[in-house]
């Protein structure tokens, strides 16, 4: 079972995932986040995968298809406390890191 929670804070979406990212399950990244990232034209969007326990194939291309929309969008993506278990699988998705969600905000300042 997935959870996604979200929170759209000065100007950053936030998506904080809990659970296992699977193939069964990503359909909430796909058919959910996506549209709305292309609807509002997110520019800046922060996975946090520190309750994210496990991920397959298809979750990771979940992930990178929303890197796409964000960089259609001219914005950036950042990924932050990333769990041990997941540490290596994620490693193919290729988003820039940050500490934490605090951290985000210099996205902003930034741009």
Not at 32 to 57: A, G, Q, R, T
Not at 83 to 91: G, L, S, T
């Amino acid at each position: 079972m997935l959870k996604m929670d979200l929170e759209f804070k000065s100007g950053i979406l936030f998506v904080r995932l809990k659970g296992k990212l699977f193939r069964k399950n990503c359909y909430k990244i796909n058919n959910y986040l996506s549209p709305v990232l292309k609807k509002h034209k997110i520019k800046y969007l922060v996975y946090n995968f520190l309750s994210l326990e496990d991920i397959d194939p298809s979750g990771i291309d979940a992930i990178i298809n929303t890197k796409y929309i964000i960089k259609n969008n001219k914005g950036k993506i950042r990924m932050c406390k990333i769990n041990q278990n997941i540490k290596e699988k994620i490693k193919k998705v290729r988003l820039a890191r940050i500490a934490d969600e605090k951290s985000a905000f210099e996205l902003i300042e930034v741009a």
